[in-house]
């Protein structure tokens, strides 16, 4: 054999020649662009808008929830229904388009404005002066009418 020539090594020499490699920097978790940043913060104003808006819309609709707790201790009292609805109409619209309003002329507002069932009109016009109306299906307009009628934007 020539002395150039390595002798045949076994495999557990060669595994033992084997250099551990580096361990490698750790990772960083934060975005390495800008754009990701304004993204990021894109999605919190979004998110921010979002929760302002539906706060919103429920303070705006407080007179709403207001109302349908009047319209159940009214019970089946029409005088008393026809009181909560003008109130309603009061805090939803403005005072010049609703205060003056009575007999067909009110009844077409509300028919108007929230879909007010035609067939409850004339109870609700002879609510405060006869105790003869169906109250049952005037308080079930009230409350369809308060919860779907539309604010004065």
Not at 13 to 23: A, G, H, R
Not at 38 to 45: E, F, K, N, P
Not at 107 to 136: E, M, R
């Amino acid at each position: 054999m020539n002395p150039d020539e390595t002798e045949p090594q076994n495999l557990i020499d060669l595994l033992n020649q084997l250099i551990e490699p580096p361990v490698p920097e750790p990772v960083s978790m934060a975005p390495q662009t800008a754009g990701w940043w304004v993204l990021g913060a894109l999605v919190i104003a979004a998110f921010a808008y979002a929760l302002w808006r539906l706060w919103a819309g429920w303070r705006a609709n407080a007179y709403r929830r207001e109302a349908l707790a009047s319209l159940l201790e009214a019970g089946d009292d029409p005088a008393a229904i026809a009181t909560v609805l003008r109130r309603t109409a009061l805090a939803a619209y403005p005072r010049r388009d609703v205060a003056g309003l009575s007999g067909a002329d009110w009844i077409a507002f509300l028919q108007s404005t929230g879909d007010f069932p035609v067939a409850a009109g004339p109870a609700l016009t002879h609510a405060p002066y006869a105790k003869a109306v169906d109250a049952a299906s005037l308080h079930d307009a009230a409350d369809h009418w308060i919860r779907k009628h539309g604010r004065f934007p």
